[in-house]
């Protein structure tokens, strides 16, 4: 499976964006996906995650209350709307299938090729 995210850029503290991955070249409907992210100097961290209906979301709990994941099946496509940011989640952020529950990024398969966010305090 192929995976494109898109959706980065600058925005200041408190701002929002929302990011999108484009999967092709298999049925993206069978697949759990999660976003995950990557700050400078930091390890890979999962952000959320949602089953491949779209049924059940999963996030870390700095992004709980603030970010949102949803799927259309229909369009290939996973978002992740993200409101109040902080500069803290500055990073490159990935789309990637796996179990949708699963902190570790090692459990994770196909990866796009990540999108740049830079908050600005």
């Known amino acids: 499976v192929q995976l494109q995210a898109s959706g980065g850029g600058l925005v200041q503290a408190g701002g929002s964006l929302r990011l999108s991955c484009v999967a092709s070249g298999r049925t993206f409907r069978d697949l759990d996906m999660g976003w995950l992210r990557q700050a400078p100097g930091k390890e890979r961290e999962f952000v959320a995650g949602?089953?491949?209906?779209?049924?059940?979301?999963y996030y870390e709990d700095s992004a709980k209350g603030r970010f949102i994941i949803s799927r259309d099946n229909a369009k290939n496509t996973m978002y992740l709307q993200m409101n109040n940011l902080k500069p803290e989640d500055t990073a490159v952020y990935y789309c990637a299938t796996g179990p949708f529950r699963s902190r570790q990024p090692d459990e994770y398969n196909y990866w796009g090729q990540g999108t740049q966010v830079t908050v600005s305090s």
């Open positions: 949602i089953s491949w209906s779209g049924g059940t979301q």
